[in-house]
C-alpha cells in the first residue's frame, strides 16, 4: 500500500481497502487536469470521478466513525 493511500479509510460496506485510480478517458486530454476516483480493492465500489483531493474527502466522509 502507498504511503498517500493509507489516507483513506476502509470500506463501508466490506471492510476491505480502497486506492486512488486514474480514469483514463481524461488522459489525453490536453485541457483537462487528472480526473480520479476511489475504489475497493474488495467489493470494487467506487466515488465519483473528480479530483484528488475531492474523491478522498468523498470516500473518506462517514455517518458512522467507526467504519
Known amino acids: 500500500m ?18 486512488f485510480c486514474e480514469d483514463m478517458r481524461f488522459h ?3 485541457d483537462s ?3 480520479w476516483y476511489v475504489m475497493c480493492m474488495g467489493c470494487n465500489i467506487r ?3 473528480a479530483d484528488r483531493t475531492l474523491v478522498m474527502k468523498m470516500w473518506n466522509e462517514r455517518t458512522n ?3
Open 2 to 19: 502507498k504511503d498517500n493511500e493509507r489516507v483513506l479509510k476502509k470500506c463501508p460496506f466490506c471492510g476491505g481497502y480502497a486506492r
Open 28 to 30: 489525453e486530454k490536453k
Open 47 to 49: 466515488t465519483p470521478v
Open 33 to 35: 487536469f487528472p480526473k
Open 65 to 67: 466513525e467507526n467504519i
